[in-house]
């Protein structure tokens, strides 16, 4: 029987990343993915032009209501890109009627990597000290102290355009030149002062189970999920739009109509939560460096071991987080604690 040193569950961004970082550094490392591997020349298709596609754009309407009623929602689940998108039969979770939730997931090596819109910003301490600041939830047990050498390390090997705009609430990360904005860019950005923040926080009827009535196509245990918006999020979306119309009226806009589309909570695509990072093994399942308190050779470091959110995109935290916690383990390992 072949030994490995270390098992990798998933191959998207955190578990690609760990397999990058364990190989690294010299262990012996099993990758376990549940779905197909990906054929460049043939499935990315991007450059294809509309009038060459079968449906012409259009997508297989059709087929899409059939296997993919959930899938279908997501913008980006265009005819270009629906193969990277499950098909929701075989992949079945719960919720009650009224508290829809809209879960959008890929099943391929590279995992949702291959679908994401790289929008990569570095969350700041108005996050890892929000629920601490706001007495909601459990504190964060990191700052941004702790995982800012963390996001360098992490920026040089990916690369990031953007620009230095040294904001206490978005630090700036380790950019490659930046693209040039286009004119209309240019004039919003000088309203961009007065933009505020939003955050979704961890609430305690927020929450998942499995659900021993419905098992996937292979047996695999599937989700029960209860999420909600509540008055915290529709209070932070109305400001958002209160504060996009500002913006466009401090630039010159005239007329300006605050929207606010109403989706059910999952199509931002940031599911966090369920196995969060904590001091206390009573209140979380993780520690500062996403060791399970209970199992020391268990890591997590994908999603679920956020343990608030943030108005920014998560995966360059989920990538930074997975980094420190190999370099964690791998010193765990040379001391023979683990
Ligand atoms: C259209 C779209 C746009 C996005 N845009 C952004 C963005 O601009 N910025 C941003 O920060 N984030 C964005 N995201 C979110 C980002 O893609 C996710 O945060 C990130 O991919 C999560 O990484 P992950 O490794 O946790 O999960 P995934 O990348 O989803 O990888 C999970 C992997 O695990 C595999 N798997 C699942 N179950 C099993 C099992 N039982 N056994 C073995 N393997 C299993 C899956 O096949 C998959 O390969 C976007 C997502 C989508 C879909």
Not at 25 to 49: F, M, N, W
Not at 81 to 98: C, G, I, M, S
Not at 200 to 213: A, T
Request: hydrophobic share 35%; with cysteine; net charge negative.
């Amino acid at each position: 029987m072949r030994h490995y040193d270390a098992i990798v569950v998933g191959s998207g961004i955190t578990g690609g990343f760990a397999a990058k970082e364990l190989t690294e550094r010299g262990l012996e490392t099993l990758v376990l993915e549940a779905g197909r591997s990906i054929r460049p020349e043939h499935d990315y298709v991007e450059h294809v032009q509309p009038w060459d596609l079968h449906f012409r754009g259009l997508r297989n309407r059709f087929e899409l209501d059939e296997n993919k009623p959930i899938q279908k929602h997501c913008y980006a689940c265009d005819e270009w890109a629906e193969k990277f998108f499950v098909n929701d039969r075989d992949h079945p979770y719960t919720h009650d009627p009224d508290k829809p939730f809209r879960w959008i997931r890929g099943r391929q090596v590279g995992g949702r990597s291959i679908t994401w819109g790289r929008q990569t910003y570095r969350w700041s301490d108005l996050d890892f000290e929000a629920n601490a600041r706001d007495g909601i939830a459990i504190d964060w047990p990191i700052r941004y102290r702790d995982i800012e050498p963390w996001y360098d390390y992490v920026e040089d090997f990916i690369g990031i355009s953007g620009q230095q705009e040294h904001l206490d609430h978005l630090p700036d990360s380790r950019f490659l030149p930046p693209m040039e904005m286009n004119c209309a860019e240019h004039f919003v950005r000088d309203g961009l002062r007065f933009l505020g923040y939003g955050e979704c926080l961890p609430h305690p009827d927020n929450y998942v189970r499995l659900d021993p009535s419905v098992v996937d196509r292979w047996g695999v245990p599937t989700l029960n999920i209860h999420m909600k918006w509540r008055e915290n999020e529709i209070a932070i979306r109305n400001d958002m739009a209160d504060s996009a119309a500002e913006i466009l009226e401090a630039v010159g806009a005239r007329n300006v109509s605050p929207f606010i589309e109403k989706t059910d909570p999952g199509f931002t695509i940031h599911e966090m939560g369920t196995a969060r990072m904590g001091h206390d093994p009573k209140t979380s399942v993780l520690n500062g460096f996403n060791q399970s308190h209970d199992i020391r050779n268990l890591f997590i470091t994908d999603g679920a071991c956020m343990t608030s959110s943030s108005c920014v995109n998560p995966s360059l935290t989920y990538m930074a987080l997975t980094a420190r916690a190999c370099d964690y383990a791998m010193r765990q390992l040379d001391l023979g604690h683990i």
